[in-house]
């Protein structure tokens, strides 16, 4: 059938199974939003208040989906808006579908209005881009796009479409195969004697440690991980992207590692004679210090991502391949007859790393009178029973919550862990709530990057999101004030945030409801309030102004040498 | 360690860039780059020289690996190879070093490409030390402007990169 490109572009994502896109307006993609005007039943558009916040919304429903998140925006200032959800979704390896409208094809370099070199802007903040110069490339180029975007190590990619090619005609040829792309082609399963290497490694080790990161979640390993410990019962650790994977109350989970790990797991990795890293990337907020870091270990890595292996760390025994199937190979060993009986006696082991929980690295004092921002994540876990979904923005409350909220399940922990967004929670809460229309969804955010991406309150006012946001109030950007206590002599260079708004009227003024509470004896009442709203609610929790992040391992320095409480 | 690296890929937009745009951005150096399409002209081959210890050279031919629009990409250092560069050397001359200049010319199987009573231009191939030690004998005799290509390479044997296109 012959359509124009902004029907081609509508009829491709329907026909791969797209049905909810975030976005914004303007003149390059018009033509494209008469087609979504015109199929609205068959396809959901959500219009953010901001181009970053319709970017970190589709992200937001891709981490809890697992599905590719799209979003649309204009050219120019709507491409250069878009840019930091990309690099966020970028750096979390978050499978992302953006389009963005350009000039008229003839116009492209002449300075044109609303003009930008989006391609070129967004070449190192995305997986892959194209630009289309040919109405009859556009669907084969979406269709690549969206493959590209959740084969392999998942990313944004970027489709930048000229408003010529929206309007041009052509034959559209209805197609559901697998794209073939004959440069790319990532590897699936594992090699199979790398794997036999690697279980023989694993029968070997008297201190094993596994650091799981969020390749993990992405592959949506978690089964095969839970059923492979039933072999191994090994120490396991995971990366801030890795929470969730595996369930945060199962005894075999040491915590968090890295600057703000617990004791024991950077003890555990500073000490372990092997170290299985399952889809993470030995970023220097893990590792601290490399020539320190697991000095003692044998290094297995299980990554999809070639150039994520021996990056930082010199890896003994690498393995590419996709988590999934990879542990599903481990798993064939590992519970082959025979298998169990060759495993060193861990007993030892785990005396010693019960010894360092004995330290209880994340103790807090919860006084009578001030709040302590750590209880107030007890508590949401107490009244959600460990079940929301939680978004956070980036800074302390983003520590605690990893910290403090224990996660059981894959998929409901979403934040910006690569690139550090603040501003990056509310959208993404809103997100996950298109995504899961019954989920409790939570966003734990700051004072400080609430106030990033605060338009989109109205976002959630429009739709009806019962997205519920809970402010850790210290009146400071209180990571940064952190760093600056320990390490500029507590000299709070512009890092004082106690002039914002009443946040309870500022959620009355946009419709929703707004609580505030300072009382340490109305969190649990003030949460369950909040909490059983039917609509969007601010929670303002007033916390202990100087709280700290403990443990802390500081910059350059290595896991084992961390400040404790 | 100096590395010669080919690079197969697609000869499509902006390939180049994210190829350039990728040393850059994770500061690999570049030291001479050549591009050009061959075969049937939707591919295009790129030959790099770099440097690096071998973790670095190991990650440039990872992250060149990652790029979508990159077919194959080879290390040519690792094995035998021939490597070939052009230098196009202009040189001033005078009734005293004209002479001299053809003789160098000649020592080098270099040719003249172009002449005037003031001046010659002379073409150079070989490895890059060859011109270098060609362009070290006519300096004194007064270079006035120069162009090298950059380096091209393969490696020896039957054996090499697909350039056929298999669309
Ligand atoms: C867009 C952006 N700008 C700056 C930073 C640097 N930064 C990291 S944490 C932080 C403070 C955040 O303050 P707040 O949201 O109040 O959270 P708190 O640390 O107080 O919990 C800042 C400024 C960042 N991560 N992102
Ligand atoms: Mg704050």
Redesign the interface.
């Known amino acids: 059938m012959k359509m124009t490109g902004a029907q081609i572009v509508i009829q491709t994502l329907v026909d791969l199974g797209v049905d909810t896109l975030f976005g914004y307006p303007g003149g390059t993609v018009l033509y494209i939003y008469d087609e979504l005007y015109k199929n609205k039943h068959r396809i959901h558009h959500y219009l953010t208040r901001h181009e970053q916040g319709a970017v970190h919304a589709a992200d937001g429903y891709a981490r809890v989906t697992g599905r590719v998140g799209v979003a649309i925006v204009t050219s120019g200032p709507g491409a250069t808006n878009a840019v930091t959800g990309l690099a966020t979704a970028h750096m979390d390896s978050i499978p992302l579908l953006c389009i963005s409208g350009q000039v008229p094809a003839a116009l492209i370099g002449n300075d044109a209005f609303q003009e930008a070199d989006t391609v070129g802007i967004t070449r190192s903040c995305t997986k892959h881009n194209f630009l289309v110069r040919d109405v009859n490339d556009l669907a084969r180029v979406l269709r690549e796009a969206h493959f590209i975007a959740r084969s392999g190590r998942p990313g944004p990619v970027l489709v930048d479409i000229p408003k010529d090619i929206t309007v041009a005609q052509t034959e559209y040829v209805y197609s559901s195969a697998e794209p073939k792309i004959r440069s790319y082609k990532p590897t699936l399963s594992g090699h199979v004697g790398q794997i036999r290497r690697g279980a023989k490694m694993l029968q070997q080790s008297k201190r094993p440690v596994l650091y799981v990161g969020g390749g993990t979640v992405l592959s949506d390993a978690s089964e095969e991980l839970f059923k492979l410990q039933e072999g191994l019962n090994f120490p396991l650790t995971n990366t801030l992207m890795g929470l969730g994977s595996f369930p945060a109350a199962d005894s075999r989970f040491i915590g968090m590692l890295g600057m703000h790990g617990t004791y024991e797991a950077n003890m555990a990795v500073s000490n372990c004679d092997l170290l299985v890293a399952i889809g993470s990337r030995f970023d220097d907020r893990v590792t601290g210090k490399l020539s320190v870091f697991a000095p003692h270990a044998t290094i297995m890595h299980i990554d999809v991502d070639p150039t994520s292996i021996s990056k930082n760390v010199k890896v003994d025994l690498p393995i590419v391949g996709d988590v999934k199937h990879v542990l599903a190979q481990f798993n064939d060993l590992v519970h082959a007859p025979g298998f169990k009986s060759g495993l060193q006696d861990m007993g030892p082991w785990w005396e010693q790393i019960n010894e360092w929980r004995k330290r209880e690295c994340l103790r807090f004092n919860q006084g009578s009178d001030v709040i302590e921002p750590q209880y107030v994540i007890q508590c949401l876990h107490q009244v959600t029973k460990g079940e929301a979904i939680v978004a956070t923005d980036v800074g302390q409350h983003q520590m605690w919550a990893a910290q403090f909220y224990g996660f059981q399940k894959p998929r409901r922990w979403l934040t910006s862990g690569g690139l550090g967004t603040m501003g990056y929670g509310l959208p993404a809460g809103m997100g996950a709530q298109v995504a899961k229309p019954d989920a409790q969804v939570v966003v734990i955010t700051g004072e400080g990057s609430i106030q990033m991406n605060i338009q989109e309150f109205a976002t959630c006012l429009q739709y009806n999101w019962p997205v519920k946001v809970i402010i850790l109030n210290n009146g400071y950007l209180g990571m940064v004030r952190q760093w600056q206590e320990f390490f500029y002599e507590r000299r709070y260079a512009e890092s004082d945030m106690h002039v914002t708004p009443d946040f309870v009227r500022l959620a009355e003024a946009y419709g929703a409801l707004g609580l505030m509470c300072d009382q340490v004896d109305q969190v649990i009442p003030t949460l369950e309030r909040g909490l059983s709203h039917p609509g969007t609610v601010i929670m303002d929790f007033r916390v202990n102004r100087e709280a700290n992040v403990y443990p802390m391992v500081p910059a350059g320095a290595g896991l084992n040498e961390m400040i404790l409480i | 360690m100096r590395h010669v690296i080919s690079v197969l890929?697609?000869n499509e937009?902006?390939v180049l860039?994210?190829v350039v745009?990728l040393f850059s951005?994770r500061g690999f150096n570049i030291e001479t780059l050549t591009v050009a399409p061959v075969g049937d002209g939707e591919t295009s081959r790129i030959t790099l020289v770099t440097r690096g210890e071998d973790?670095i050279i190991?990650?440039i031919l990872?992250?060149l690996?990652?790029l979508?629009?990159?077919?194959q990409v080879a290390d040519l250092t690792e094995g035998a190879h021939v490597e070939r560069e052009l230098m196009l050397v202009k040189v001033a001359t005078d009734r005293d070093t004209r002479a001299e200049v053809l003789r160098i010319a000649d020592i080098f199987r270099s040719r003249v490409v172009d002449a005037t009573p003031t001046s010659f231009m002379i073409e150079v191939t070989g490895d890059s030390s060859k011109l270098d030690a060609c362009l070290a004998l006519l300096t004194p005799l007064g270079v006035t402007e120069m162009v090298r290509t950059g380096l091209v390479a393969l490696s020896r044997g039957d054996k090499g990169m697909v350039t056929k296109s298999?669309?």
């Open positions: 890929v697609e937009a902006g860039s994210r745009g951005a973790s190991e990650q990872k992250q690996n990652k979508v629009p990159v077919i298999s669309h």
